[in-house]
């Protein structure tokens, strides 16, 4: 249905359209299957390690025959090289096969996707590669619902049951942009989930969020981070922590830095539970309430490697490079996703030997890139100490060298100093020689998705990143 037709009903006509678009996708998600994965993983995720690996080795067999007979790029690819399933013996033996770069999937997304089922018998994702030109993924019903089964065991480790009460903050456009009623939720009763705009969270509208989460009551808040975090500092700063009383935060989307977490963490009076994924498909990974980051052995195969493509150590970032068994549709067979990791040693307290993530540093596309430094993926540490009439900050690289700090701050009670340490901190990370300009806006502009990143590269010089690669030097 159009956006715009929409926007013009009743809000009980909205939210009955909510709840039927919310059927359908109930109905499609939700199925036999999904549930029948969903017991599957309850009882995997107590394997042993060796478990494990013989079912990755199982199911890579069976995801490279697929491929090599359903993918012509794939077909191609391993034909070139001489290779197919029966060279795999081992999870191990995925060391044999070529790895494909973004700029490979790109280039031959549409010879990658499987032709076995009609495309509009699938379902489309889209996601947005530096270039500016969309990548497309499709999925299958089933492997949508595989998606869906490992997200509820997720679920179901912090919050046991069914169709627990959810507030799902979303980017999608579900209340009028220029509606400023009141109402910024629609209800989606069929999966008991509350959807809340990302696109009203100005400062006035605040405390009617609030007061709608507070009587709704969510036994989970998940979605987009930095509007969940909106919500979380305005009540920080309004005495009103703990007023919720999830069992859980789950954000999506976005890199979370250790003071969000920590500042989402007291606002809730709960834990925030990291989650990886990602559009294209990639298996998953994500957090026990012990505070294991663990992959999901069961969803594919990460590896985090070097340059030269050897395997990193634990504690040692590098490049992760993913296989996704849920990937019939598109295939994604030891594909270079862009994010740089590292894996973590020893057992979780949890008693699940799904191996652990020490990190996800973030995408290579919103790193940084200096002359001096190279790349820098993270600068979390020059948030810290932030004082709280800071509402939003942006550091974006608009130039070779060249930064811009865009900050929000409260209508009373800033002064220019507040942002100095921010400016001297930011030198650190950057190196001495790069230009760092300091710019105080009204807001800071959503990304189409709904998204706030607090780091973003509006320079994308790709020479330079591949240089800064190849000289791969993190700055920790
Ligand atoms: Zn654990």
Redesign the pocket.
């Known amino acids: 249905m159009a956006t715009m037709v929409y926007h013009k009903r009743p809000n009980f006509i909205q939210n009955l359209l909510v709840s039927t678009q919310g059927a359908r996708i109930r109905r499609k998600r939700y199925t036999h299957h999904t549930w029948e994965v969903f017991d599957f993983l309850k009882n995997s995720q107590f394997w042993t390690q060796a478990q494990f690996e013989s079912f990755q080795a199982e199911r890579l067999i069976r995801l490279v025959r697929h491929a090599i007979k359903h993918s012509p790029y794939y077909a191609g690819l391993y034909a070139s090289r001489m290779l197919s399933e029966k060279d795999i013996k081992t999870v191990s033996d995925i060391k044999k096969f070529p790895i494909v770069s973004k700029e490979e999937f790109r280039e031959n997304n549409e010879s990658i996707v499987s032709t076995h089922i009609v495309r509009k018998r699938m379902w489309a994702a889209f996601t947005s590669g530096t270039s500016g030109v969309p990548l497309k993924a499709f999925f299958s019903h089933e492997n949508m619902q595989d998606r869906i089964a490992f997200l509820e065991r997720l679920y179901h480790w912090y919050s046991p049951g069914k169709w627990r009460k959810r507030a799902s903050f979303t980017g999608k456009l579900i209340v009028d942009p220029e509606d400023s009623s009141g109402t910024f939720h629609r209800y989606n009763y069929c999966i008991n989930q509350q959807l809340y705009s990302s696109h009203h969270l100005s400062e006035n509208n605040l405390a009617r969020y609030v007061k709608d989460l507070t009587k709704f009551a969510p036994d989970q808040i998940d979605g987009i981070a930095s509007a969940i975090y909106v919500v979380a500092d305005y009540m920080l700063r309004n005495g009103q922590a703990g007023q919720l009383k999830p069992n859980v935060v789950i954000p999506t989307s976005e890199t979370i830095w250790p003071h969000i977490r920590e500042r989402l963490e007291k606002a809730f009076g709960c834990k925030m539970a990291n989650q990886y994924g990602s559009q294209e498909g990639a298996p998953i990974a994500y957090e026990?309430?012990?505070?294991?980051f663990?992959i999901s052995p069961e969803s594919g195969i990460f590896e985090i490697l070097r340059t030269d493509n050897s395997s990193c150590k634990p504690g040692e970032p590098g490049r992760m490079v993913v296989t996704s068994f849920s990937s019939e549709g598109t295939p994604l067979i030891r594909y270079d996703i862009g994010d740089v990791a590292s894996w973590r040693s020893g057992t979780?307290?949890?008693?699940?030997h799904?191996p652990?993530l020490e990190t996800i540093e973030g995408r290579l596309d919103d790193m940084f890139f200096t002359t001096e430094r190279g790349i820098v993926p993270r600068i979390d540490s020059a948030f810290k100490g932030l004082p709280s009439v800071i509402i939003a900050t942006q550091i974006a690289q608009v130039g070779q060298d060249s930064f811009e700090v865009r900050i929000v701050p409260q209508k009373n009670g800033y002064y220019p100093k507040y942002a100095d340490s921010i400016v001297d901190h930011l030198y650190d990370y950057l190196g001495a020689s790069v230009d760092i300009k300091l710019k105080v806006v009204e807001g800071i502009s959503r990304t189409r998705g709904g998204k706030l990143p607090a780091m973003v590269n509006e320079y994308h010089d790709q020479d330079m990143k591949i240089d800064a690669l190849s000289s791969w030097n993190i700055v920790k």
């Open positions: 026990c309430p012990a505070g294991g663990h979780c307290s949890c008693g699940r799904m652990m």
